[in-house]
């Protein structure tokens, strides 16, 4: 089992930039891809982006390119998750998870969640 612990969120104004960190602890070697999703109060859990563990393959949702930038650090078996030019439509709970199929997307693809990390962008 996998261990996800992520940190790196708080409050930024809008137009500024956070980098949030996913360490994984455990047995990371099953954990073939790694993605980030948010979720906002009142709202479903949305994919952000996924990095294959390999750090091969990347994907994100639409509307996130070009402004996030998922990458990993396989020493430190960390996945990080750059966001630049944050608005208030990018507050919410960020939260990692790993699963083990490529391509993956929806939530139920992801076996193990950290508990998450709070992103609040200021008006």
């Known amino acids: 089992q996998v261990q996800l612990v992520e940190s790196g969120g708080g409050l930024v104004q809008a137009g500024g930039s956070l980098r949030l960190s996913c360490a994984a602890s455990?047995?990371?070697?099953?954990?073939?891809?790694v993605g980030w999703f948010r979720q906002a109060p009142g709202k479903e859990r949305e994919f952000v982006a996924a990095?294959?563990?390999?750090?091969?393959?990347?994907d994100y949702a639409d509307s996130m390119k070009g402004r996030f930038t998922i990458s990993r650090d396989n020493a430190k078996n960390t996945v990080y998750l750059q966001m630049n030019s944050l608005n208030a439509e990018d507050t919410a709970v960020y939260y990692c998870?790993?699963?083990?199929?490529?391509?993956?997307?929806?939530?139920?693809?992801?076996?193990?969640w950290g508990q998450g990390t709070q992103v609040t962008v200021s008006s």
């Open positions: 990095i294959s563990w390999s750090g091969a393959r990347t």
């Open positions: 998870a790993v699963g083990s199929t490529w391509p993956a997307r929806r939530p139920s693809e992801f076996g193990f």
């Open positions: 455990g047995r990371t070697f099953s954990s073939y891809v």
